[in-house]
Nanobody
């Protein structure tokens, strides 16, 4: 069972990136997929989550209206579309899966993580 995150990179402020998180070896119907980020010297913080069955999405206040999380059941892949990026979005982004009845904003509840992908937003 693995999660493979990709899509990070360097982008100018105001730009956009799309992160992907491909799941292999597990069907996600009883899970949600979430994204957290960790900037240098800061704690890991919740960004967004999507319930795999039904697609309900949840966002941190800091990204509402700019980021969109969604999933592709056929590809068993989740995505985080990030628009209007600013320098405060610079961080390593991590995807994870959590049982669907858990608190999606608590990293401790996640039972599987992908490797991080670095997003750097330049001014």
């Amino acid at each position: 069972v693995q999660l493979q995150a990709s899509g990070g990179g360097l982008v100018q402020a105001g730009g956009a990136l799309r992160l992907s998180c491909a799941a292999s070896g597990r069907t996600l119907g009883n899970y949600a997929m979430g994204w957290f980020r960790q900037a240098p010297g800061k704690e890991r913080e919740f960004v967004a989550a999507v319930k795999w069955s039904g697609g309900s999405a949840y966002y941190a206040d800091s990204v509402k209206g700019r980021f969109t999380i969604f999933r592709d059941n056929a590809k068993n892949t989740g995505y985080l579309q990030m628009n209007s990026l600013n320098t405060e979005d610079t961080a390593v982004y991590h995807c994870g899966v959590v049982p669907k009845y858990s608190n999606y904003a608590i990293a401790y509840d996640y039972d599987l993580w992908g490797q991080g992908t670095l997003v750097t937003v330049s001014s």
